[in-house]
């Protein structure tokens, strides 16, 4: 099983960044795939999560409106598109597979049985 996460860097305020999680492994269509972060000294943090049986999706408050979450079927491929980047995103983002999306535990991170190493993102101010 791997998640494997890319697209992480530096970015001045109010850019973007694509980040993308490449699954395999295990059946993309059973589980739901969520994006986390965790910032030093600050607990992880859902963000956003797509059923891959349905398309739904899910969204953290922090983040609605300015990320928005899609995936390939296909490529068992996950991305999570970030817009008007804030200093305050800058964190580690991991992408994390669930076999349980249930609202409102949607972002509980023990729910979670397969993670990413991580990808750092970066944003200046």
């Known amino acids: 099983v791997q998640l494997v996460e890319s697209g992480g860097g530096l970015v001045q305020a109010g850019g973007s960044l694509r980040l993308s999680c490449a699954a395999s492994?295990?059946?993309?269509?059973?589980?739901?795939i969520a994006w986390f972060r965790q910032a030093p000294g600050k607990e992880r943090e859902g963000l956003s999560c797509?059923?891959?049986?349905?398309?739904?999706?899910y969204y953290a408050d922090s983040v609605k409106g300015r990320f928005t979450i899609s995936s390939d079927d296909a490529k068992n491929m996950v991305y999570l598109q970030m817009n008007s980047l804030e200093p305050d995103d800058t964190a580690v983002y991991y992408c994390?597979?669930?076999?349980?999306?249930?609202?409102?535990?949607?972002?509980?991170?023990?729910?979670?049985?397969?993670w990413g190493q991580g990808t750092q993102v970066t944003v200046s101010s």
């Open positions: 994390a597979a669930t076999l349980s999306v249930l609202s409102p535990w949607v972002f509980q991170p023990d729910l979670y049985t397969y």
């Open positions: 797509i059923k891959s049986a349905d398309g739904q999706t």
């Open positions: 492994g295990f059946p993309f269509d059973d589980y739901g």
